[in-house]
């Protein structure tokens, strides 16, 4: 690990030792600012959608380091890294930077593919012109490439701080875990009339579940806690609840959604369900040994292939978690860590001086092997097929 950040780091005295150059281009930020202002757009004076306009902020990036630099053109920028973590991930990158290593939280992998999103400023398949690229931008981007490549590519964890999962067990819950709901799922639908009227949105999966858990009583019939704010108690806490539950429902959103962080951080199995969609570190850990998978054809059978799941393949699946849940966590962070430290002697303070007694605990105030470490450690096996001349 520490070979990759010394390489990175030597970008300013020798780069020609580096691995990996990281591009610090934040098209997250142009993200957040696009549909709420007029400016800044890039390009200037074009209302394109905030997709191109990233798209265009990066190949500007990549056209700069090509002109300034020799390290670009060396390996063909397979050797660059590119932060995309927005809904839709690297689906709409320029075709000449789609070489490099795409760090997202979307791992989609279907191809030719188009967007899914029912937010327009997202939508990447809309044609546009523009005299800064010749023809019609997606014939440069989405429809010469997936979106993620599981071969060159990393599905990244969203940042999630300790507040956030503050009632996990991993984090010092009292006594022993009680996982009373057997399922469980809350966010947003779209349900309202006239909101989503294509049903886009999810895929149409988290409405299309929303209705099977109405008309098949899921709730009262088998304890599955499913539906929006107004669909849970009038104390509804969120992080306990997952750690309440068997089992979370990992579904998509405009694109990506951190339900399976919210899911392995608590403790609770993910059940994923979005085809062709490979979700954080899928292409580098055993997700079978503590997810289970659904088909988005297979909805009207959930109850069933959750319940034919046994109870000891449902405690191998958590003893799976509690030894790989701090990776789904970013820990570096000054504070992040603060806050765990200061739960943690909160923890003692109230119990004698114990530190947490349940399994997986262990992990709480450890930087060791947390989601920052893993993405090093992914990068260093990756070095030898990005320094080959051909793809792996």
Known sequence: MRNIATSVAALHRSPEEADYFYVPVSVGCLFDVYGWNEIPRWPRNILGTRSHGAAMLQREAMRWLNATFPWFARRGGRDHIWLNPHDEGACYVWKDIWPGVMLSHWGRTDFPHASNTAYSQDNYSLPLHHPLHPGDWLEHTSKAHPCFDPEKDLVIPAFKQPSHYRKSPYMGMVGPVTRTIFAFFQGDLRMEPGRDPACRYSRCIRQRMY????????????????????????????????????????????????????????????????????????????????????????????????????????????????????????????????????????????????????????????????????????????MPFVHKATKQ
């Open 211 to 382: 209705n099977l858990s109405k008309d098949q009583l899921w709730k009262e019939k088998y304890d599955i806690w499913y539906g929006d704010r107004k669909d849970m108690d009038s104390n509804f806490d969120y992080s306990e609840m997952l750690s309440r539950s068997t089992f979370c429902f990992v579904l998509p959103g405009d694109g990506w959604s951190p339900r399976l962080e919210d899911s392995v951080l608590h403790g609770c199995i993910p059940v994923i369900i979005m085809d062709q969609v490979q979700v954080a570190f899928e292409n580098i850990m055993d997700m079978d040994q503590f997810s289970v998978r659904i088909g988005e054809g297979e909805l009207d059978r959930i109850v069933e292939i959750l319940q034919a799941i046994s109870p000891e393949q449902i405690q191998t699946m958590q003893d799976n978690i509690n030894k790989v849940w701090h990776r789904f966590r970013y820990l570096g962070i000054r504070m992040a860590t603060l806050e765990v430290r200061q739960r943690l002697q909160q923890y003692r303070e109230n119990h004698d001086e114990d530190a947490p007694k349940n399994p997986g605990s262990e992990h709480m105030v450890s930087r060791q092997d947390d989601a920052f470490d893993t993405i090093i450690q992914w990068l260093h096996y990756r």
